[in-house]
């Protein structure tokens, strides 16, 4: 489960900077196919022996590999925050038509609001993995345990 989880972890990192700096909410998508594969991954690395344990090491893996996508998460969109700064950030509110007051606006509202926004995305991608990491431990059982034998009839 550690194994699986950091290899996955480490990849997240990576993947999550990138993808948090350019599309943020790309990073959930991302970690659907990252937790199934840490949960995979997971059962070939253990090999446990029921189907519990198997599900119960791929939600660890994947909860692992979710801490990895929410630090690449929170590095790639305070980087992103950063270079944007709150001008241009009150300027796409404005193309999106929301009206805005930059003139009550604060730089440190906008960076707290955009920390705690990557945070809460970084969170839900931390989740997704788990649940699907317990999924990729279940699919790892049954696509490669031993089948009982069949009684000749």
């Known amino acids: ?29 991302l970690a659907v196919f990252a937790g199934v594969g840490a949960g995979y991954l997971s059962g070939v690395f253990d090999k446990p022996a029921d189907q519990g344990g198997s599900a119960k090491a791929g939600a660890g893996a994947g909860a692992i590999g979710g801490v990895g996508a929410l630090l690449g998460q929170v590095i790639g969109g305070m980087a992103s925050a950063a270079i944007q700064g709150p001008q241009a950030g009150a300027e796409i509110l404005r193309q999106l038509g929301v009206p805005v007051d930059t003139s009550a606006a604060s730089p440190a509202g906008f960076y707290a609001g955009a920390f705690i926004s990557t945070c809460c995305f970084g969170l839900v991608a931390v989740a997704l993995m788990a649940g699907l990491g317990a999924l990729g431990g279940f699919l790892w059982y049954q696509m490669t345990a031993p089948k009982p034998p069949t009684l000749p009839a």
Not at 10 to 22: D, E, I, K, N, R
């Open 1 to 29: 489960m550690l194994k699986s989880g950091l290899i996955v972890g480490a990849v997240m990192l990576v993947l999550g900077t990138m993808f948090g700096f350019l599309f943020p909410l790309c990073v959930s998508c």
